[in-house]
């Protein structure tokens, strides 16, 4: 009898074992990205390296025209049932600078109520790697209910490669998305829809230069995250940029050539001039014709510090009133491949990281 129970014993802890080792061969990538969760300040910003497969070519199949479709397919896919949202929205800038050593910049702050970051590298198969920045809060994270709460805040941060706002990849093309009221866009012309925080992640997975990030939006329906009206700076290692805006569902592009090497929050296209940030943007433009374009990181951050939406209508328009700051101010430089970002605009808080 004895021999028996010790048999069972044995086969039931055997079992065990197996099922804990399939476990853990199976979410082996999400395991060990959960684990790469750190904490860099109490602002809170963390970092994360995602070693897991978000499989973005299986989503750029169908794509999503709506938050909600965007969170079923992350759910599904990537968190296995564990429900949160997408809300992105903020008031921002973005321009870019060739250094005195001929290296291009992008410099770029994002304005909104106080946030959760996130600093994320991704690692594709079959795309390239990147570091790229979430706003934690757009996930549905929060100070009252954050990331170190419990597990499932903890899986929850899984879905950051869906939500990235800013970030480069080992191209040296770098891309960041800003808010404009007027700009909200709902394509349906037969193409595969993709939302505005996805769009980010399939040009920083899939384009190497400006021209094949256009190349790359053009074959899909943009539809607008949140119901905000948005649109993008592209730049990349050549000191090539555009501004990518949606007007009246169309896509428009503004070059380097036409002068758009800047954006903040209002409409660019035609000169309509809707929107807010106008005194940032003159700022910035600014600075770019004071220099000639030509700015050390330093000053490059130094400029982006200059110029926060804190305390300002447009801030209170955006954030429905409630207190905004610069959260995070980011100097890419696009041949180093190396970012700068400073949170809070706490120069105490200045971290750097490199892709090479």
Same mark, same amino acid.
């Given at each position: 009898?004895?021999?028996?129970?010790?048999?069972?014993?044995?086969? /039931?802890?055997?079992?065990?074992?197996?099922?804990?080792?399939?476990?853990?061969?199976? $979410?082996?990538?999400?395991?060990?990205?959960?684990?790469?969760?750190?904490?860099?300040?109490? *602002?809170?910003?963390?970092?994360?390296?995602?070693?897991?497969?978000?499989?973005?070519?299986?989503?750029?199949?169908?794509? @999503?025209?709506?938050?909600?479709?965007?969170?079923?397919?992350?759910?599904?896919?990537?968190?296995?049932?564990?429900?949160?949202?997408?809300?992105?929205?903020?008031?921002?800038?973005?321009? /870019?600078?060739?250094?005195?050593? &001929?290296?291009?910049?992008?410099?770029?702050?994002?304005?909104?109520?106080?946030?959760? !970051?996130?600093?994320?590298?991704? *690692?594709?198969?079959?795309?390239?790697?990147?570091?790229?920045?979430?706003?934690?809060?757009?996930?549905?994270?929060?100070?009252?209910?954050?990331?170190?709460?419990?597990?499932?805040?903890?899986?929850?941060? %899984?879905?950051?490669?869906?939500?990235?706002? &800013? !970030?480069?990849?080992?191209?040296?093309?770098?891309?960041?998305?800003?808010?404009?009221?007027? !700009?909200?866009?709902?394509?349906?012309?037969?193409?595969?829809?993709?939302?505005?925080?996805?769009?980010?992640?399939?040009?920083?997975?899939?384009?190497?230069?400006?021209?094949?990030?256009?190349?790359?939006?053009?074959?899909?329906?943009?539809?607008?995250?949140?119901?905000?009206?948005?649109? $993008?700076?592209?730049?990349?290692?050549?000191?090539?940029?555009?501004?990518?805006?949606? /007007?009246?569902?169309?896509?428009?592009?503004?070059?380097?050539?036409?002068?758009?090497?800047?954006?903040?929050?209002?409409?660019?296209?035609?000169?309509?001039?809707?929107?807010?940030? *106008?005194?940032?943007?003159? @700022?910035?433009?600014?600075?770019?014709?004071?220099?000639?374009?030509?700015?050390?990181?330093?000053?490059?951050?130094?400029?982006?510090?200059?110029?926060?939406?804190?305390?300002?209508?447009?801030?209170?328009?955006?954030?429905? !009133?409630?207190?905004?700051?610069?959260?995070?101010?980011?100097?890419?430089?696009?041949?180093?491949?190396?970012? *700068?970002?400073?949170?809070?605009?706490?120069?105490?808080?200045?971290?750097?990281?490199? %892709?090479?």
């Amino acid at each position: 009898m004895k021999k028996k129970l010790k048999i069972i014993g044995i086969a /039931i802890i055997s079992l065990i074992f197996i099922i804990i080792a399939t476990f853990v061969s199976i $979410f082996w990538g999400e395991i060990r990205t959960l684990f790469s969760f750190k904490e860099i300040n109490d *602002q809170p910003f963390y970092k994360m390296t995602y070693h897991a497969n978000y499989d973005l070519d299986d989503f750029l199949k169908n794509g @999503a025209a709506t938050d909600d479709e965007l969170v079923d397919f992350v759910t599904k896919k990537i968190l296995k049932g564990i429900p949160f949202e997408v809300n992105p929205d903020g008031a921002c800038s973005t321009f /870019i600078a060739t250094t005195p050593e &001929d290296d291009n910049l992008f410099g770029r702050n994002f304005d909104y109520v106080p946030s959760i !970051g996130l600093i994320v590298r991704t *690692q594709p198969k079959n795309g390239y790697e990147s570091i790229s920045v979430v706003n934690l809060n757009h996930l549905g994270l929060s100070k009252d209910n954050m990331p170190t709460k419990n597990i499932l805040n903890r899986v929850i941060t %899984l879905a950051a490669p869906y939500a990235p706002l &800013d !970030g480069m990849n080992e191209k040296g093309l770098a891309i960041g998305v800003l808010v404009i009221k007027d !700009g909200v866009v709902h394509q349906d012309t037969g193409k595969v829809p993709i939302t505005t925080t996805s769009a980010i992640r399939m040009v920083l997975d899939k384009a190497a230069t400006v021209d094949e990030a256009i190349e790359l939006l053009e074959q899909y329906d943009m539809n607008s995250s949140g119901e905000t009206g948005y649109h $993008f700076q592209i730049a990349d290692a050549s000191g090539d940029t555009a501004v990518v805006e949606y /007007i009246d569902n169309e896509m428009h592009v503004l070059t380097k050539e036409e002068g758009h090497i800047a954006a903040t929050n209002f409409v660019l296209y035609n000169d309509m001039n809707k929107g807010t940030g *106008q005194d940032r943007y003159e @700022a910035i433009m600014k600075k770019q014709k004071e220099t000639n374009g030509i700015m050390t990181e330093q000053d490059a951050m130094n400029l982006l510090l200059s110029v926060p939406s804190q305390g300002t209508r447009e801030s209170e328009e955006i954030s429905g !009133g409630i207190p905004t700051d610069t959260q995070w101010s980011c100097v890419y430089n696009l041949d180093d491949l190396t970012l *700068q970002i400073c949170t809070n605009r706490n120069t105490n808080r200045v971290y750097n990281y490199s %892709l090479k």
